[in-house]
């Protein structure tokens, strides 16, 4: 093997419930996947899905704490369930999608709102917006084969204790198996990818020293706070 001119950086890794780590390959995410944060947005309901991405390190685990990025001054949360995938696949069929999560968790797609807004007038890439560093944080994974494959249940965020997001995972405009199938037409899955499914309506601003504690029934906690 040639010689490495410097060390391969360390794996991203996701605690599991229970003990164990998830290694991280790839973040992909869902644009607009519930219809009431679709219309906040300013759009209708019945386009296809779509997807962006997050780089793997922009992950943030452990209820550690976030640094407010640089170059905004728009900073918002979106609470969304994460999907674990264990098992490669491309061309997936819906009804053997689920067959390749391996888990699932909770986390927060944050996005610098202002320099997407910009990005979308000019028709460029979100890619400042929303794959910035630690723009990630999540929650333990837990697996499947332990709360099986969650298609109701509420999701919510409070910040600072109140609430600012809720909704249910039964109104997602694409479910994980269709977002799964749909997505491996395009790109191959591979174990160790996460999907961020979407967030519901109530996504806002956060500032320095706002604790943000997610919630989804059945599934998890994600936490941080804003510094
Ligand atoms: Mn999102």
Same mark, same amino acid.
């Given at each position: 093997?040639?010689?490495?001119?410097?060390?391969?950086?360390?794996?991203?890794?996701?605690?599991?419930?229970?003990?164990?780590?998830?290694? /991280?390959?790839? $973040?992909?995410?869902? +644009?607009?996947?519930? !219809? @009431?944060? &679709?219309?906040?947005?300013?759009?209708?309901?019945?386009?296809?899905?779509?997807?962006?991405?997050?780089?793997?390190?922009?992950?943030?685990?452990?209820?550690?704490?976030?640094?407010?990025?640089?170059?905004?001054?728009?900073?918002?949360?979106?609470?969304?369930? /994460?999907?674990? $995938?264990?098992?490669? +696949?491309?061309?997936? !069929? @819906?009804? &053997?999608?689920?067959?390749?999560?391996?888990?699932?968790?909770?986390?927060?797609?944050?996005?610098?709102?202002?320099?997407?807004?910009?990005?979308?007038?000019?028709?460029?890439?979100?890619?400042?917006?929303?794959?910035?560093?630690?723009?990630?944080?999540?929650?333990?994974?837990?697996?499947?084969?332990?709360?099986?494959?969650?298609?109701?249940? &509420?999701?919510?965020?409070?910040?600072?204790?109140?609430?600012?997001?809720?909704?249910?995972?039964?109104?997602?405009?694409?479910?994980?198996?269709?977002?799964?199938?749909?997505?491996?037409?395009?790109?191959?899955?591979?174990?160790?990818?996460?999907?961020?499914?979407?967030?519901?309506?109530?996504?806002?601003?956060?500032?320095?020293?706002?604790?943000?504690?997610?919630?989804?029934?059945?599934?998890?906690?994600?936490?941080?706070?804003?510094?």
């Amino acid at each position: 093997m040639a010689e490495l001119i410097f060390p391969v950086p360390e794996p991203v890794l996701v605690p599991i419930r229970g003990g164990g780590a998830f290694p /991280v390959r790839r $973040i992909y995410c869902v +644009g607009r996947n519930y !219809a @009431e944060h &679709a219309r906040e947005m300013g759009h209708d309901t019945r386009e296809k899905p779509f997807f962006f991405d997050k780089p793997a390190d922009a992950v943030l685990t452990g209820g550690a704490a976030m640094a407010y990025p640089p170059q905004t001054g728009d900073l918002h949360h979106e609470i969304e369930l /994460v999907v674990a $995938i264990g098992r490669d +696949g491309s061309d997936i !069929a @819906e009804a &053997a999608a689920l067959d390749h999560v391996w888990g699932y968790g909770v986390g927060l797609d944050m996005t610098r709102r202002d320099l997407q807004a910009e990005a979308k007038k000019a028709g460029r890439p979100w890619t400042f917006a929303k794959g910035f560093d630690q723009s990630a944080p999540l929650g333990e994974l837990v697996g499947a084969e332990a709360i099986g494959h969650p298609q109701r249940g &509420a999701i919510r965020l409070l910040v600072n204790g109140v609430e600012r997001q809720r909704g249910d995972l039964g109104e997602q405009i694409w479910s994980v198996a269709e977002t799964i199938a749909f997505l491996s037409r395009f790109v191959g899955l591979k174990a160790g990818d996460l999907i961020m499914t979407g967030t519901p309506a109530g996504v806002g601003a956060v500032s320095r020293g706002d604790a943000l504690e997610g919630e989804i029934e059945g599934v998890g906690r994600v936490r941080t706070v804003i510094v």
